[in-house]
């Protein structure tokens, strides 16, 4: 049977480890987990240890932690030892999502490499690919696209990988998307389309490529992408 101490409910795990082992961890030292993980074996117990929520504010596991910092050792040792690459956050964000968001390539490879779930997203539907979209991480793009990530895979408000790639002017990141097969018409829950957004934001270039992909001008809801790229000057 286990010792005393590998009964610990799984409410009290994050209890277990000290707040100086996520503080270390964000530092790239690895001795206070090393020191954490030699008292255990691994199994279900270690593993619901390691997938604890940590800190009261945000919820961090050790492995969102290390890779939002890119300790790419660190994500390797806690993958070994039985951390499940799908935990995650008090609002949803997996250890994927946050290197994809961090631009962290490393260890977008490793959790890639490790089954990490490419489509699994936040509370509000936010998958990495879509992060990875808004805030031009071109190269994690890359490598979601060529482990089949859903390209049209939308957020809560109907928002894809491609209409806040647009938003935003990535314009490589939009590129990659319909090279991908993004539907270049998808339209968020009110209507506006990529092609709107690009408009909206006066993001010439984006425009273009999305006309030059059969992009619609039809009106939504706001008036037409023209008249709203006229207005902007």
């Known amino acids: 049977c286990y010792p005393e101490k590998r009964k610990t409910s799984i409410a009290a795990m994050s209890g277990a480890i000290s707040p100086v082992v996520p503080a270390e961890l964000r530092r790239g030292n690895l001795g ?27 919820q961090n596991t050790l492995l ?39 631009g962290q390539l490393e260890c977008v490879r490793m959790l890639l490499g490790a089954r990490a779930a490419v489509n699994q997203a936040r509370d509000d539907g936010v998958t990495p690919l879509y992060i990875a979209c808004q805030n031009g991480q071109l190269e994690c793009v890359r490598l979601l696209l060529g482990a089949n990530a859903d390209a049209d895979q939308a957020k809560d408000d109907g928002a894809t990988p491609l209409y806040i790639a647009c938003e935003k002017g990535q314009l490589e990141c939009a590129r990659l998307l319909l090279e991908a097969g993004a539907a270049v018409n998808q339209a968020c829950n009110d209507g506006a389309t990529p092609l709107f957004a ?9 425009a273009k490529l999305l006309s030059s992909y059969g992009a619609s001008r039809a009106a939504t809801p706001f008036g037409t992408p023209e008249k709203l790229a006229t207005r902007r000057g």
């Open 198 to 206: 690009a408009c909206e934001d006066g993001h010439l270039e984006v």
């Open 32 to 58: 206070s987990l090393r020191a954490l993980l030699a008292g255990w074996t691994r199994g279900p117990v270690l593993t619901a240890l390691l997938d604890a929520r940590l800190e009261a504010k945000n």
């Open 64 to 102: 969102t932690i290390a890779a939002r910092h890119g300790q790419a050792d660190a994500v390797r040792l806690l993958i070994e030892s039985g951390a499940s690459v799908g935990a995650t956050t008090r609002i949803g964000f997996t250890a994927l999502l946050v290197a994809c968001q961090e």
